[in-house]
């Protein structure tokens, strides 16, 4: 096999992203092109069950074009720098440590599990990132003011903020990573209280040998307004996208990256959600099997934010809401699944 034939990808899950994980590497898998063969590479806790272990390693007898393997990161980052009640998780930080773990690779594809791939990934894989560490697409996090702006470089001590990326989808250049001990200073910078974590991280480690990519290969959704006129009065997007990138980005993704709080398998409004949809329709064609799956997600998600009385309410409140746009959207079976917060609240709100 050739090396124009072979990707080498990675994600981080846990037990609550198991099923976006699905989703992910799903989307990715059909549409890779002909005659290429994805190498994935599966970071994941000890705590992972066996049952989400095999779902997301049964994507390999779905396909003949890829081999799935894992790798128990254990206990790794548990004493992050992550904020209380973030909801960020502790796998994110796991891609720090893809240059001793894939040690015998020179280049791999992060590509975060809150995501849904639209297009073939090769070309991406393929971009020459020989000068640099890392390839991806720059944030227009900081740009909304200029005094953000001045906040963030001093925070992280750097020059400019004008090659910061989103850590979300990453081309890695593991090669010269190892070669300039680029990942010893991951590992001194993790345990830094950065506010944007890893990324953080990643953008502080790589800094001057970052390479910046067209955002159709990382369309963050939150800047992804509706109504093409939002860019003409949208300042921070002028000073990271042209008018023509953006809008590439927003019509003709090559992958979707929903890198907001909200998520399309917890609130069906949000922009481009039905992409996610239609990719998890397609992965789980059983009705039965797809309502099934669909409820332990949902109850999932419920008990990781329902901590007290206030936040069960509130879910509460946005799963009603939800059940009455899925009706207008979606199967009725998919719409049933939404009932399953309903009730899982009621049944804490009564404890």
């Given at each position: 096999?050739?090396?124009?034939?072979r990707v080498?990808?990675?994600?981080?899950?846990?037990?609550?992203?198991?099923?976006?994980?699905?989703?992910?590497?799903?989307?990715?898998?059909?549409?890779?092109?002909?005659?290429?063969?994805?190498?994935?590479?599966?970071?994941?806790?000890?705590?992972?069950?066996?049952?989400?272990?095999?779902?997301?390693?049964?994507?390999?007898?779905?396909?003949?074009?890829?081999?799935?393997?894992?790798?128990?990161?254990?206990?790794?980052?548990?004493?992050g720098?992550?904020?209380?009640?973030?909801?960020?998780?502790?796998?994110?930080?796991?891609?720090?440590?893809?240059?001793?773990?894939?040690?015998?690779?020179?280049?791999?594809?992060?590509?975060?599990?809150?995501?849904?791939?639209?297009?073939?990934?090769?070309?991406?894989?393929?971009?020459?990132?020989?000068?640099?560490?890392?390839?991806?697409?720059?944030?227009?996090?900081?740009?909304?003011s200029?005094s953000?702006?001045?906040?963030?470089?001093?925070?992280?001590?750097?020059?400019?903020?004008?090659?910061?990326?989103?850590?979300?989808?990453?081309?890695?250049?593991?090669?010269?990573?190892?070669?300039?001990?680029?990942?010893?200073?991951?590992?001194?910078?993790?345990?830094?209280?950065?506010?944007?974590?890893?990324q953080?991280?990643?953008?502080?480690?790589?800094?001057?040998?970052?390479?910046?990519?067209?955002?159709?290969?990382?369309?963050?959704?939150?800047?992804?307004?509706?109504?093409?006129?939002d860019?003409?009065?949208?300042?921070?997007?002028?000073?990271?996208?042209?008018?023509?990138?953006?809008?590439?980005?927003?019509?003709d993704?090559?992958?979707?990256?929903?890198?907001?709080?909200?998520?399309?398998?917890?609130?069906?409004?949000?922009?481009?959600?039905?992409?996610?949809?239609?990719?998890?329709?397609?992965?789980?064609?059983?009705?039965?099997?797809?309502?099934?799956?669909?409820?332990?997600q949902?109850?999932?998600?419920?008990?990781?934010?329902?901590?007290?009385?206030?936040?069960?309410?509130?879910?509460?409140?946005?799963?009603?809401?939800?059940?009455?746009?899925?009706?207008?959207?979606?199967?009725?079976?998919?719409?049933?699944?939404?009932?399953?917060?309903?009730?899982?609240?009621?049944?804490?709100?009564?404890?």
């Amino acid at each position: 096999m050739t090396h124009d034939q072979r990707v080498v990808v990675s994600v981080a899950t846990d037990n609550n992203y198991a099923l976006p994980t699905q989703v992910t590497l799903y989307s990715m898998l059909k549409n890779i092109a002909d005659g290429v063969m994805c190498d994935i590479h599966v970071l994941v806790p000890e705590s992972l069950t066996a049952a989400n272990r095999q779902s997301i390693g049964g994507l390999a007898q779905r396909f003949n074009n890829c081999q799935v393997s894992f790798h128990n990161m254990g206990d790794a980052y548990s004493s992050g720098s992550i904020q209380k009640g973030h909801y960020v998780t502790t796998p994110t930080f796991y891609r720090l440590s893809l240059p001793s773990i894939l040690a015998n690779e020179t280049k791999c594809l992060w590509i975060d599990s809150d995501t849904v791939v639209m297009k073939d990934v090769s070309a991406l894989y393929h971009t020459d990132i020989g000068g640099y560490y890392v390839a991806g697409v720059r944030t227009p996090f900081f740009m909304y003011s200029d005094s953000r702006k001045e906040r963030g470089t001093l925070r992280l001590g750097l020059d400019s903020l004008d090659s910061y990326i989103n850590a979300g989808v990453a081309l890695l250049n593991l090669e010269n990573i190892r070669a300039d001990d680029i990942d010893v200073k991951f590992e001194q910078l993790s345990t830094v209280p950065y506010r944007v974590h890893d990324q953080d991280v990643l953008n502080v480690a790589c800094y001057g040998k970052i390479k910046v990519l067209p955002p159709k290969f990382n369309a963050m959704t939150m800047y992804l307004p509706v109504a093409e006129e939002d860019y003409s009065v949208s300042t921070y997007l002028q000073l990271v996208y042209s008018v023509e990138e953006w809008r590439t980005a927003a019509t003709d993704p090559v992958i979707v990256h929903y890198a907001a709080r909200e998520k399309p398998w917890t609130n069906t409004s949000i922009t481009l959600a039905s992409l996610w949809w239609d990719a998890f329709s397609e992965l789980f064609v059983d009705p039965e099997e797809r309502f099934e799956v669909m409820r332990d997600q949902l109850e999932l998600s419920l008990l990781g934010t329902s901590n007290n009385l206030r936040e069960v309410e509130r879910e509460l409140r946005k799963a009603q809401r939800q059940l009455q746009d899925i009706r207008h959207s979606h199967s009725y079976r998919l719409g049933r699944a939404l009932l399953a917060p309903l009730r899982l609240a009621k049944r804490l709100t009564v404890r």
